[in-house]
């Protein structure tokens, strides 16, 4: 289920939803609570265990066994979640070399890739398609470009080849592109592309489609070449456009056949190209897509005079535009309008421009002001912010702002209602700008707030491991109070979600961690100020001690039984001395570090709160002298004070309710091992009583949970031998009630009958 649900073991395409006909999320829900397909999970499979299935090249590559074969449409899709895994590099890409993969459309964006690979892999398929966005600069587009003309068969079938974001060789030309006469598609955005090069490439008997954003191009008339033949022309932000606004009017005047045109820019360069064609009459009649997002000087009214007189146009973009928010725009059926004036014209911009980072942070902007009192669950528009922040993860702007409104449309109420899958995908990518961004406080702030959601915490996949070793340092910065409230916070409930090796992994984080909690205690206590802060504190110090007896000991190191012996003498309240009490029993379960705590202050505290009213306080203190009074070797000189303590707790356990009682906050285990040697230790059957009045409550309260692992633990075994061996009837009656409790839930389990050896 790990698979099924965690980003990072299988990520995995998103599909955009459309932002006006699906506002409410009804697809996002049924998409992200659906399971992966069967295809996508054995790819994933395939792809982590390819090291396994695969031989080596002399050269270190790898090659797929002999006998594999893939179809086409199997080997596309398998090559596509490599990159989009990040697996494509000059040793995994080889494996395409032979013939047992057909490729027909290669998707290698962001791609570490060698000239020479890159041949050798994919330049003998019969390619249609070539996806090579923003691949590594060792791979230059001129190589791409040559590598694919050295097949005559992709030189005269290539439809498709998308270049945007690739490097190339200061003053060279890519006129070579001219070369693939069956081009229908040609995306050059952000890449050195001249004048020159648009005279080549205009020439193309068969295109249809161009992106020629963001290039060096100073004169776009080599386009009146293919004006029967180009349906879609985009070219955002032609910053080097050295024609007046007549002349690319008059070049636009001739596109008889022109569909979809993309004039939009950055708002401040203030061009205002788009207002002067807003003018025209008697101009691209055909048009159904108009994207003028970014234009200087654009009203309502101009707009909707253009649109008037071309009905046909079903998409406008008025993104940082002064348009788009007359009724005219919020009514008109079948038009979609991707602009500010609200969330669904600012989704349609997250959506449309998801890869121009000018138009994201400038959509997320507008998408948090209107969120700022959101009452409505919108995961459509959660998964367009991750999708923002996914493609542009070094962009401090857009990480910011994406985290803001991550904040808002996240909030406890509002992230009851999303998707688990989705949290968890933003999740990942809140703590990915915390690692890329860790000194700019407001966005780190963001993130943490936005952590501090319990459904995120409690129910969410996410690496926890990882998050916790990022919050814990993030904790001893001391940056912010608030700040480090927050991540105290976080650190505690984290805590509980980690395996005990897991935290024992984490060395370093625990010394800076405990050291830095105790300091917050012991302030607060010298305060006594018993605030949030502080009860965070010590759960956190709670927490993160449960079986790690690395923390345990950094807490006995750093004078912990001082600062909590302090904590008891401060504050005579339950809700404090319950947790105080759950650290101490934590402490006392590591042999080597229990006889430290036999000391004159704590025991007299211990003693006395064995004995409070409220039934959650003496239970862990009676767990604590349990846990101390166990091992006889810690009391040699002072034997009758030892028997004193264990006829006290034998008489406490009496007077306490039924153990299935209620308690003010539900006991938690991570497992039974600590109480293995209290249910081994027959000369004490008081500690026994202890112990098992301990089992029997949590086993009473969630009979599926620790029944279940009473089993897997071997505890089964000992409450049988207790029930057996121990003289003790009411030692042997509490195990026959657990042993009861288990028949109950597991009727078709056989009990062990035999005793084992006492310890």
């Excluded at 899709?77 to 990040?86: D, I, K, N, S």
Aim: net charge neutral; glycine share 2%; aromatic share 8%.
């Amino acid at each position: 289920m790990v698979h099924f649900l965690h980003p990072l073991l299988c990520p995995r395409t998103l599909v955009l939803p459309d932002a006006q006909e699906d506002a409410r999320g009804r697809s996002v829900l049924q998409e992200e609570a659906s399971p992966f397909s069967l295809f996508s999970i054995c790819l994933d499979v395939l792809i982590g265990s390819l090291e396994q299935w695969c031989s080596k090249r002399p050269d270190g590559t790898l090659c797929l066994p002999e006998h594999w074969c893939f179809p086409r449409e199997i080997a596309d899709r398998f090559l596509e979640r490599m990159a989009w895994q990040g697996k494509i590099t000059d040793r995994t890409a080889s494996i395409f070399q032979g013939k047992q993969t057909n490729l027909k459309l290669i998707n290698i964006q962001s791609a570490e890739l060698s000239p020479s690979v890159f041949t050798k892999a994919f330049c003998h398929h019969k390619l249609v398609e070539v996806d090579a966005t923003s691949v590594d600069s060792e791979l230059l587009a001129s190589d791409i470009i040559h590598a694919l003309q050295s097949s005559a068969w992709i030189q005269k079938n290539l439809q498709c080849l998308r270049l945007d974001s690739t490097s190339v060789p200061q003053n060279s030309r890519l006129q070579a592109l001219g070369q693939f006469t069956g081009l229908h598609t040609l995306s050059v955005a952000n890449v050195s592309f001249w004048s020159e090069d648009l005279v080549s490439v205009s020439q193309l008997p068969k295109l249809e489609s161009l992106d020629i954003s963001n290039t060096l191009i100073t004169n776009i008339s080599s386009l009146l070449t293919c004006k029967d033949r180009l349906r879609s022309l985009t070219m955002h932000h032609l910053k080097c456009l050295t024609m007046t606004n007549p002349q690319i009017l008059a070049v636009f005047s001739q596109l008889k056949c022109l569909l979809h045109l993309d004039i939009s820019d950055h708002r401040q360069l203030r061009s205002d190209l788009a207002f002067h064609l807003l003018q025209q009459k008697d101009i691209l009649p055909k048009l159904v897509s108009l994207d003028i997002s970014g234009g200087a000087d654009i009203t309502d009214e101009a707009v909707r005079s253009f649109l008037q007189q071309r009905p046909e146009i079903r998409f406008v973009g008025l993104l940082s535009t002064d348009a788009g928010y007359s009724y005219f725009f919020m009514e008109k059926q079948g038009l979609k309008v991707a602009g500010g004036a609200n969330v669904n014209q600012i989704s349609e911009a997250l959506s449309r421009y998801r890869n121009r980072s000018c138009f994201v942070k400038e959509a997320l902007y507008r998408l948090f002001t209107e969120t700022l009192s959101l009452q409505v669950i919108l995961p459509a528009t959660l998964k367009l912010v991750a999708i923002g922040m996914r493609n542009h993860p070094q962009d401090l702007p857009v990480q910011f702002t994406a985290s803001a409104c991550v904040l808002n449309l996240t909030r406890q109420n509002l992230a009851k209602g999303m998707p688990v899958r989705l949290l968890s995908e933003v999740t990942y990518l809140l703590f990915k700008a915390m690692k890329n961004f860790p000194y700019y406080q407001q966005l780190q702030k963001n993130c943490l707030l936005s952590l501090t959601t319990s459904r995120i915490l409690a129910d969410v996949p996410f690496d926890r491991f990882d998050a916790a070793k990022l919050v814990m340092r993030w904790l001893c910065r001391r940056e912010n109070p608030k700040m480090q409230t927050m991540a105290v916070s976080i650190t505690s409930i984290l805590a509980l979600k980690l395996l005990p090796e897991e935290t024992e992994q984490l060395q370093e984080e625990l010394i800076m961690t405990v050291k830095e909690l105790l300091t917050i205690v012991r302030q607060k206590t010298t305060e006594k100020l018993d605030d949030v802060t502080f009860l965070f504190t010590l759960k956190a110090l709670w927490n993160l001690t449960d079986e790690s007896p690395s923390a345990c000991k950094y807490f006995i190191e750093n004078e912990g039984l001082a600062v909590i012996t302090k904590v008891l003498e401060t504050f005579p309240v339950s809700m404090i001395q319950s947790k105080v009490l759950g650290l101490l029993n934590n402490v006392a379960e590591v042999r080597e570090l229990s006889p430290k705590l036999v000391t004159k202050d704590l025991l007299r505290h211990t003693i006395s709160l064995l004995h409070s009213s409220n039934i959650e306080v003496s239970y862990f203190a009676a767990g604590v002298i349990a846990h101390l009074t166990c091992d006889r070797q810690h009391w040699l000189s002072r034997d009758l004070q030892r028997r004193d303590l264990l006829q006290d707790l034998h008489v406490t356990i009496q007077n306490w309710p039924s153990s299935r009682c209620n308690m003010s906050a539900l006991v938690t285990y991570r497992s039974f091992k600590s109480f293995f040697p209290l249910l081994g230790n027959f000369s004490q059957p008081e500690v026994q009583l202890w112990a098992l009045w301990a089992m029997h409550h949590v086993c009473s309260k969630n009979p599926s949970k620790y029944c279940q692992l009473l089993v897997e633990e071997g505890g089964l075994q000992l409450v049988c031998d207790v029930q057996h061996s121990q003289a003790n009837a009411q030692v042997r009656q509490m195990a026959a009630s657990i042993l009861e409790d288990f028949r109950m839930h597991f009727t078709s389990y056989q009990r062990p009958t035999q005793p084992q050896q006492p310890f």
